[in-house]
């Protein structure tokens, strides 16, 4: 990448023309009139509301770049949630609900029998998000036979739990609901992390100290773990630790949604507990994200001068190489440390400058595309690095939103202004160990596949022969 495609340094960033959006970070109307865009050119990837489309689904399945796992659709309605309670633009509310509604299952914990093949405890968190992102802007419940939107993440919530697993590595949730999908032996940092969001939000909300208490150990197994490793002067949490090993490396990547997910989870506890620990672990991660997702340059990238202050996915954006979960991961990170902003206001100031420089930055790459206003991914460039989706939309959408969530959208709780309906037992009809339900394949059963196999040879083998004949 030639040096003249890159940002000067930062005092520059505001003052530079885009050829989509002319960004005012300082008027309000500024922003809803760019975010009102950003989510308009989102929504284009979404046909789950037209005739034939399913409620709640992205383009799938996964074969190629031009498709979205479940969850990605889940975080896009949490975002459209975001974007409702900060511009007061309702026109999407009634497809959020929808898809929200369809897809949460028989069990109404987020978990419909179609995803089982890629059913990650991770996946399930997400839709869970979104819910309580409903019940925390005050989005009314969904009525009827629906259940409530604090409902649905209690129901989560009480399935997950039942996953807990002692058995291997002395606790933790596995990456995948069920053993029979690809991932199953890893305990990572997101399915971990976001359940520990999902237990401290509902701590909050609903002044439920079993909540806060269960959040506590997770943060402590996570702790003990090497999904935590301390540093010089900062916290790395990394993704995975495997299981058939019992959990005595990581696969050491680093993520902004896992920094994310564990910040504001902090925060979340911080404001509901008022115990100055959790304020303090919150400043901890905030610093290793700091470090890790705001570098003052980029290794290998000539003449990418960042200052510190524009958020980057250096894992895969400076080699092109992120696929449309990673693509995202900076919408999370955006939206989860504006909201720690609003809980733990000791940490705005250090906050708020980030963020701002970021969604400055994120506007020189929302220029491509057939409309020339498409996002690509690489905020330190002022060429449209080539990349456009669901994800890229979010993440620019999430970072300038953050700048006019003030102090009056702090999430709601049960007692401050919160109207969705609490059901403690949401869920109880679901499986309590869903991946132990499937029958064991015994010996009888593997001598009647080999006797079936062979009998379709046989016929087959027949059948050419009667042709042949």
């Not at 922003?31 to 989102?42: C, I, P, Q, W, Y």
Request: hydrophobic letters at 40%; charged letters at 15%; a negative charge.
């Amino acid at each position: 990448m030639k040096s003249s495609n890159l940002l000067a340094p930062l005092a520059g960033l505001s003052s530079l023309a885009h050829a989509a959006y002319q960004l005012n970070l300082d008027s309000v109307d500024s922003v809803k009139e760019v975010t009102s865009l950003l989510a308009h050119d989102m929504m284009t990837y979404y046909h789950g509301n037209e005739t034939g489309g399913t409620p709640g689904l992205l383009p799938g399945p996964c074969a190629s770049l031009e498709c979205y796992y479940w969850w990605e659709a889940g975080a896009m309605f949490g975002a459209l949630i975001n974007y409702w309670q900060y511009t007061g633009d309702d026109s999407y509310n009634q497809v959020v609900s929808q898809g929200l509604q369809f897809q949460r299952g028989p069990e109404e914990n987020f978990n419909p029998p179609n995803q089982s093949k890629n059913m990650g405890v991770d996946d399930q968190a997400f839709w869970a998000f979104a819910a309580l992102d409903a019940a925390e802007a005050g989005l009314p419940d969904a009525g009827g036979n629906n259940p409530s939107w604090l409902a649905l993440a209690q129901a989560v919530f009480n399935f997950q739990t039942n996953l807990w697993d002692e058995k291997a590595c002395k606790g933790g949730l596995r990456w995948q609901v069920y053993s029979f999908n690809a991932g199953y032996n890893l305990k990572n940092t997101i399915s971990n992390g976001g359940n520990f969001q999902l237990a401290a939000r509902l701590a909050r909300y609903t002044g439920n100290q079993t909540y806060a208490d269960w959040a506590g150990k997770v943060w402590d197994w996570m702790a003990q773990s090497p999904l935590f490793e301390e540093g010089p002067n900062m916290l790395y949490i990394w993704d995975n630790t495997d299981t058939n090993n019992g959990c005595i490396d990581t696969e050491r990547h680093a993520w902004t949604y896992n920094y994310g997910t564990m910040l504001v989870g902090a925060a979340y506890l911080y404001n509901f507990t008022e115990d100055a620990v959790w304020a303090t672990r919150a400043q901890h991660i905030l610093e290793g994200a700091f470090s890790l997702f705001f570098p003052q340059t980029i290794d290998g990238v000539q003449g990418a001068n960042l200052g510190g202050n524009v958020m980057t996915e250096f894992q895969c954006e400076p080699t092109s190489v992120c696929n449309n979960d990673q693509s995202s991961f900076k919408a999370y990170l955006s939206r989860w440390m504006v909201v720690t902003a609003q809980l733990v206001p000791q940490l705005r100031d250090q906050i708020m400058p980030k963020l701002k420089t970021s969604a400055e930055a994120a506007m020189s790459q929302c220029i491509g595309g057939n409309n020339g206003r498409m996002c690509g991914r690489q905020w330190y460039s002022s060429t449209w690095d080539g990349s456009s989706g669901v994800g890229q939309q979010m993440t620019a959408l999430a970072v300038v939103g953050a700048n006019i969530i003030g102090d009056d959208m702090v999430p709601l709780t049960a007692e401050n202004g919160g109207k969705s309906s609490s059901d403690p037992n949401a869920g109880a009809s679901a499986p309590t160990f869903p991946h132990d339900n499937a029958r064991k394949i015994t010996t009888a059963d593997r001598a009647g596949a080999g006797i079936l196999t062979v009998l379709v040879i046989s016929g087959m083998v027949g059948g050419a022969w009667w042709l042949v004949r």
